[in-house]
Protein backbone atom coordinates (compact mmCIF):
# COMPACT_ATOMS: atom_id res chain seq x y z
CA UNK A 1 0.00 0.00 0.00
CA UNK A 2 1.40 3.59 -0.92
CA UNK A 3 0.21 6.53 1.02
CA UNK A 4 0.89 10.07 0.92
CA UNK A 5 2.03 12.42 3.26
CA UNK A 6 2.28 15.83 3.52
CA UNK A 7 4.14 18.25 5.66
CA UNK A 8 1.93 20.67 6.91
CA UNK A 9 2.90 24.74 7.52
CA UNK A 10 4.44 25.96 10.72
CA UNK A 11 6.41 25.08 13.18
CA UNK A 12 4.69 23.25 16.24
CA UNK A 13 5.52 22.92 20.49
CA UNK A 14 4.72 20.38 22.95
CA UNK A 15 3.63 21.67 26.53
CA UNK A 16 3.38 20.24 29.70
CA UNK A 17 1.08 21.26 32.39
CA UNK A 18 -0.11 20.09 35.69
CA UNK A 19 -2.82 17.45 35.71
CA UNK A 20 -5.41 19.99 37.03
CA UNK A 21 -4.88 22.70 35.01
CA UNK A 22 -7.64 23.83 31.96
CA UNK A 23 -6.99 23.94 28.83
CA UNK A 24 -5.50 27.53 27.84
CA UNK A 25 -7.61 29.52 25.45
CA UNK A 26 -4.46 29.78 23.44
CA UNK A 27 -4.37 26.11 22.45
CA UNK A 28 -6.59 25.95 18.85
CA UNK A 29 -5.14 26.20 14.95
CA UNK A 30 -5.26 23.85 12.57
CA UNK A 31 -3.44 20.53 14.67
CA UNK A 32 -4.00 20.80 18.56
CA UNK A 33 -3.53 17.83 20.51
CA UNK A 34 -4.39 18.11 24.42
CA UNK A 35 -3.92 14.45 25.83
CA UNK A 36 -5.03 14.54 29.81
CA UNK A 37 -3.12 12.12 32.68
CA UNK A 38 -3.46 11.22 36.07
CA UNK A 39 0.24 12.82 36.01
CA UNK A 40 0.05 15.54 33.26
CA UNK A 41 -1.56 17.95 30.73
CA UNK A 42 0.42 17.95 27.43
CA UNK A 43 -0.74 20.34 24.77
CA UNK A 44 0.86 20.02 20.78
CA UNK A 45 0.01 23.25 18.99
CA UNK A 46 1.54 25.52 16.93
CA UNK A 47 4.44 27.67 18.81
CA UNK A 48 3.04 31.21 17.66
CA UNK A 49 0.50 30.43 20.62
CA UNK A 50 2.48 29.45 23.19
CA UNK A 51 2.94 32.12 26.05
CA UNK A 52 7.03 32.26 26.51
CA UNK A 53 6.20 31.08 30.38
CA UNK A 54 4.99 27.86 29.53
CA UNK A 55 6.99 24.77 29.91
CA UNK A 56 7.43 23.68 26.35
CA UNK A 57 9.73 22.19 23.99
CA UNK A 58 9.86 24.08 20.81
CA UNK A 59 11.40 23.31 17.21
CA UNK A 60 9.07 20.65 15.88
CA UNK A 61 7.22 19.80 12.22
CA UNK A 62 4.18 17.85 11.68
CA UNK A 63 3.97 15.06 8.50
CA UNK A 64 0.41 14.11 8.26
CA UNK A 65 -0.98 11.01 6.08
CA UNK A 66 -3.14 12.63 3.82
CA UNK A 67 -6.61 11.02 3.49
CA UNK A 68 -8.62 8.94 5.62
CA UNK A 69 -7.07 5.59 7.00
CA UNK A 70 -9.63 2.41 7.79
CA UNK A 71 -9.08 0.99 11.32
CA UNK A 72 -8.47 -2.15 9.68
CA UNK A 73 -4.99 -1.25 8.29
CA UNK A 74 -2.19 -3.10 10.69
CA UNK A 75 1.32 -1.34 10.80
CA UNK A 76 0.77 2.30 9.36
CA UNK A 77 2.37 4.03 12.52
CA UNK A 78 4.70 0.50 12.77
CA UNK A 79 5.88 1.25 9.12
CA UNK A 80 6.33 5.27 9.07
CA UNK A 81 8.53 5.05 12.42
CA UNK A 82 10.52 2.44 12.04
CA UNK A 83 11.92 4.45 9.03
CA UNK A 84 12.31 7.36 10.74
CA UNK A 85 14.18 5.66 13.46
CA UNK A 86 16.29 3.83 11.20
CA UNK A 87 17.35 7.66 10.34
CA UNK A 88 17.88 8.61 13.46
CA UNK A 89 14.89 11.06 13.48
CA UNK A 90 12.75 11.08 16.59
CA UNK A 91 9.43 11.05 16.06
CA UNK A 92 6.17 11.84 17.99
CA UNK A 93 2.71 10.10 17.06
CA UNK A 94 -0.61 11.86 17.11
CA UNK A 95 -3.73 9.77 15.94
CA UNK A 96 -6.94 11.37 15.26
CA UNK A 97 -10.03 9.35 14.30
CA UNK A 98 -9.37 9.81 10.94
CA UNK A 99 -5.63 10.15 10.18
CA UNK A 100 -1.89 9.70 11.85
CA UNK A 101 0.16 12.89 12.48
CA UNK A 102 3.99 12.81 12.96
CA UNK A 103 6.02 15.11 14.26
CA UNK A 104 9.58 15.74 13.76
CA UNK A 105 12.49 17.80 14.52
CA UNK A 106 12.39 20.59 12.57
CA UNK A 107 16.16 20.13 11.86
CA UNK A 108 15.92 16.38 10.78
CA UNK A 109 12.43 17.43 8.76
CA UNK A 110 14.27 17.14 5.45
CA UNK A 111 16.52 14.03 6.26
CA UNK A 112 12.91 12.03 7.45
CA UNK A 113 10.99 13.25 4.21
CA UNK A 114 13.98 11.62 1.69
CA UNK A 115 14.33 8.83 3.95
CA UNK A 116 10.37 8.38 3.49
CA UNK A 117 10.70 8.91 -0.13
CA UNK A 118 13.12 6.59 -0.95
CA UNK A 119 11.33 3.32 0.78
CA UNK A 120 8.13 4.70 -1.29
CA UNK A 121 5.83 6.94 0.72
CA UNK A 122 4.85 9.85 -1.23
CA UNK A 123 4.40 13.80 -0.96
CA UNK A 124 2.76 14.78 -3.80
CA UNK A 125 2.34 18.25 -2.74
CA UNK A 126 6.06 18.37 -1.42
CA UNK A 127 8.21 20.69 -3.71
Known sequence: MTLNLEVLPGNYVVCRFEPGESIPAWACGELVSVTRTPDELSIVCRDEEVPADVQSEPGWRS??????????????VARITTVLADTGVSVLVISTFD???FLVRDIDLERGVKALLEVGFLFPTQK
Do not use: C, E, K, P
Open 99 to 101: TDY
Open 63 to 76: LRIAGTLDFSLVGV
